[in-house]
């Protein structure tokens, strides 16, 4: 379990250094139009939600349930892409933006673009093992074993060869050549047959999880609905994908679709997985993560309220002060606004906590409220057969028990 503590630990930090990385190399050249395929500022911006989402699901996950490989697949994905966009921003600064300015450049556009292969290839297995992270069966275990050796022989025929024009890095070089000549030109030519049977295999993985919702039945089906609608429209998307590039490739035409609506179609993609895994958490408490993520929602949403309060008290205290009197007082703003904050905590705590509770937690709300009215009834009832009936249907509702019995010991009347 500190093995597992010390994992996640370091994959926040990277996460967030490599992302601050990114951020501020981005911004440095955000000037810069990036050749090929290599990823412009505001692409970067775009792809942030992933980065991000992704990594903070594994980790979620991974804390409550270490050995689920489902946890420990979103983190692999959300590290590579972190890993992707980082590089790629480090590369079109120091070879575009300001050429020269840092070491190993063109080796970073080479990771970049090799950890695409990464998140690429655990996309199948993201819509496969959700979320017991288990194959659906046995069979599905062959399919696996397919799409990884697949993607490793895209990636490896792919990474040795000369770059040809219009790949994903652009003009540039690459600097780690080893294979030139007619069989580099051959490669280049069939290098991405094997990665097309990924994409068949995301397609495919998110039929099947249509057919997993056919066949489950309680709650595990409630925990599948609203994940099938974001399966459902990344294999739309990737079968719209495939569709577009076979047109581009036999019909040899110019691309006529913009790249800026496939990259809002990808993360809209993804957005819409991680909302439907949100909601399996929040509302049917898949992996047990729904009291973390409940103090979270509680008390991010109230910071920001509060500093919006804070901030806008502030404000509105300063101009209405600097009408009155002709001149700013800070001091007494500050004041009157941490009074104000202070005051306005736990009423805003409360309400805020209310809400999510009847948005997500609704049973245990329901059951809070039916306790609450109990006890108001305890005070006014004196007949011990109405509160023993009134008792047994409370710890029905809240605790929902298969058999409830009550036993009450009776005082023997003194001799």
Sequence with gaps: ????????????????????MMLFLGYLGRQA??????????????????????????VLIVSKQPRNRYGWLWLVFGLSYVVRQTAESYAVFTLVARPGALPLGLEMA???????????????????????????SRRWRAVGWVIVLSSLASLLS???IPWPEGAAVGP????????????ATTIADYWAVPLSIVFIAIIASAVSILRRLRRAKGEERQQLKWFTLGASFVGLLMLINVIYASILVLGEVPEFVPQWVW??????????????????????????????????????ILTTVLVLIYFGTILSLQNALLILTERSQSE???????????????????RIQGFIDRRFYRSKY??????????????????????????????????????????????????
């Design 172 to 183: 540039f070089e690459n600097p780690f050549v080893l294979i030139e000549g007619p069989l």
């Design 332 to 350: 007494m703003t500050t004041v009157l606004s941490t009074l104000a904050i202070a005051s306005l905590f736990n009423p805003l705590r409360t």
């Design 110 to 136: 080479w990771l970049g673009d090799r950890s695409w292969f990464v998140y690429i290839t655990t996309t199948p297995f993201i819509l496969l093992l959700f979320p017991s992270g288990r194959f659906p």
């Design 158 to 160: 792919s990474s040795f």
């Design 263 to 300: 990259d809002v179609a990808n993360q809209a993609a993804y957005v819409a997985l991680f909302g439907g895994i949100a909601v399996a958490i929040l509302k049917y408490r898949l992996y047990d993560v729904d009291l973390v993520i409940r103090r979270t929602l509680v008390y991010g």
């Design 1 to 20: 379990m500190m093995k597992t503590r010390v994992v996640l630990w370091l994959a926040i930090a990277f996460t967030v250094t490599a992302t601050g």
């Design 33 to 58: 139009v990036a050749p090929g395929g290599l990823e412009n500022w505001p692409e970067q911006l775009l792809r942030l939600p992933t980065m991000i989402g992704a990594v903070a699901l594994g």
């Design 366 to 415: 329901d059951a809070q409220r039916t306790l609450v009215l109990f006890g108001k009834t305890l005070r006014s009832a004196v007949e011990l057969d109405v509160l023993t009936d009134d008792l047994v249907q409370i710890v029905r509702e809240t605790l929902q028990p298969e058999h409830v019995s009550l036993w009450l010991h009776r005082q023997p009347p003194e001799a």
